[in-house]
């Protein structure tokens, strides 16, 4: 493995779970000593737009685990979680300088700034209130003058998210003659290029109708979220994604390789991944592959072998079958090397978007069968994205008749199957699992950890994170007035 002796230096400066100590490539950096209102809003871009991958980043340390995409080392299952990162991504580090940003942007008429500012303060409560169900939010950036912001119910949450996105399109397709722009080195995201950023805004606005299947109808909240898809991503190139440098690296590389080369903690895949990906929960039929061509990409065997072994959750080492477990994260793999990506959305996931909400929109339900040619050509196309991406070849995979099955048999459980592969680390997947009710139906396989009934919560899976410590301490009567267990559903389940 390259540069790995070079890169112990690195681990030490860096804290592997909350990533703690993290540099802003080059971009202005504003200082905790520093005004932010003294700083331009292209020197504020940067600093955020990090947080907010990062605020992704700490969710899916847990949130992984729950969607058993990985477990812990040993494979153990992961307990009540605060996700606490992500909390202070969004409250210290980007709320507040996107306030700053969209008051500067107000005050010279940067209509498109603000548009971009307002797409970043939806992603981040998204996660936010995905998480926790009930946060701060019209309180939240009051600074001193208010240091225990009441909590907004989800619902309303949804409400301001979908408010800032329908806000954000209308000022990126509107003229803006200000002069001010996100420049092409504090944009980490799409280095300046606008109408990337509008396309964003559309594929967000669908994934967000697409959590609201229970709360405003399946068919409702489909065809709203189809009317979104149609003006979002065409390309992988719309990736929303940060990608890392040799020298500020990959917070999941530095936790899953570093951290396994110097004694530290690190994770392990998961069984029911690489259930979905080796024929065992969905079986291959064509006699033309046997194995998902993504699995070596994501993941690899103690012993080089072919036989990949994941850990059951919960299941003390052992694999699905009884026997010893074997696999870890791929080593220099697409998002475990030192400049890979962290993926918040992406282009095949607005195509299983698509595919979804085709197959609900036309009356579709976890055990029903057939959906549109339309909702069929997008699973595909989700499929061969991400393939892509990855750059694997999709060419034996979509001859498997399991895999292209035709439109008249596609199933549920089919499209959610690939959007879980195609969204490998992305906290999404979590909301999938829980908006389905971890519905064995649309993810055959699932199951809770093997040492579930020795825990808290028998027979429970969680749905939300806990409340850091540090904002009970903080802001006591709020977070009391709105906690609740972590197996409680959130609104919109």
Same mark, same amino acid.
């Given at each position: 493995m390259k540069n790995i002796l070079k890169s112990v230096v690195v681990v030490l400066l860096i804290t592997l779970i909350s990533g703690c100590g993290k540099d802003f490539f080059d971009v202005n950096v504003p200082n905790t000593a520093v005004d932010a209102s003294k700083l331009s809003?292209?020197?504020?871009?940067?600093?955020v737009i990090f947080h907010t991958i990062y605020g992704q980043y700490s969710a899916e340390r847990s949130f992984g685990n729950y969607a058993?995409?990985?477990v812990g080392q040993g494979g153990s299952a992961a307990g009540v979680t605060s996700v606490s990162g992500t909390w202070s991504d969004i409250y210290l580090y980007t709320l507040p300088d996107l306030k700053v940003i969209r008051?500067?942007?107000e005050e010279v008429g940067a209509k498109h700034f603000d548009a971009v500012a307002q797409i970043l303060i939806a992603i981040n409560l998204g996660i936010g209130t995905d998480s926790y169900e009930n946060i701060p939010y019209s309180e939240a950036t009051q600074a001193s003058n208010n240091f225990t912001p009441a909590f907004d119910?989800?619902?309303?949450?949804?409400?301001?998210?979908?408010?800032?996105l329908d806000n954000a399109i209308a000022e990126l397709e509107g003229p803006d003659n200000s002069g001010y722009a996100p420049n092409s080195s504090s944009d980490l995201?799409?280095?300046?290029?606008?109408?990337?950023w509008l396309k964003a805004a559309y594929t967000l606005k669908a994934r967000y109708k697409l959590h609201l299947i229970n709360k405003e109808g399946a068919a409702k909240a489909a065809n709203e979220a189809l009317a979104a898809i149609a003006k979002g991503f065409t390309s992988n190139s719309d990736d929303f994604q940060m990608t890392f440098t040799e020298k500020t690296i990959n917070p999941w590389y530095s936790l899953e390789v570093l951290a396994k080369h110097t004694g530290n903690y690190h994770d392990v895949i998961c069984d029911h991944l690489v259930s979905y990906m080796d024929g065992t929960s969905f079986p291959f039929t064509g006699g033309v592959v046997t194995r998902d061509p993504r699995l070596p990409v994501y993941a690899q065997t103690d012993d080089g072998s072919d036989n990949y072994k994941g850990y059951v959750s919960g299941g003390q080492g052992v694999s699905g079958d009884g026997t010893s477990a074997n696999t870890d994260f791929k080593e220099e793999g697409y998002y475990t090397n030192q400049a890979s990506p962290i993926v918040v959305i992406s282009y095949a996931e607005a195509l299983f978007i698509k595919a979804?909400?085709?197959?609900?929109?036309?009356?579709?339900t976890t055990t029903s069968v057939g959906t549109t040619q339309s909702g069929y050509d997008a699973y595909l196309a989700g499929i061969k994205a991400n393939?892509?991406?990855?750059?694997? #070849?999709?060419? =034996?995979?979509?001859?498997?008749?399991?895999?292209?099955m035709g439109a008249a048999n596609l199933k549920l459980q089919n499209i959610m199957k690939e959007k879980y592969i195609a969204n490998f680390l992305n906290p999404e997947t979590y909301v999938d699992l829980r908006k389905y009710n971890y519905s064995t139906d649309v993810f055959p396989g699932l199951a809770l950890p093997a040492d579930n009934d020795q825990g808290e919560f028998p027979g429970k899976w969680f749905n939300r994170a806990q409340y850091p410590s540090t904002e009970a301490q903080r802001n006591p009567d709020n977070v009391t007035a709105n906690?609740? #267990?972590?197996? =409680?559903p959130v609104w919109w389940q």
């Open positions: 809003m292209n020197d504020l871009l940067g600093p058993q995409n990985f008051d500067k942007a119910t989800q619902e309303s949450i949804y409400t301001a998210i979908f408010s800032l995201i799409y280095h300046g290029d606008l109408t990337k979804e909400a085709e197959f609900l929109a036309n009356g579709g393939m892509a991406k990855l750059g694997v #070849s999709s060419s =034996d995979y979509l001859a498997d008749p399991s895999v292209s906690q609740k #267990s972590p197996v =409680d």
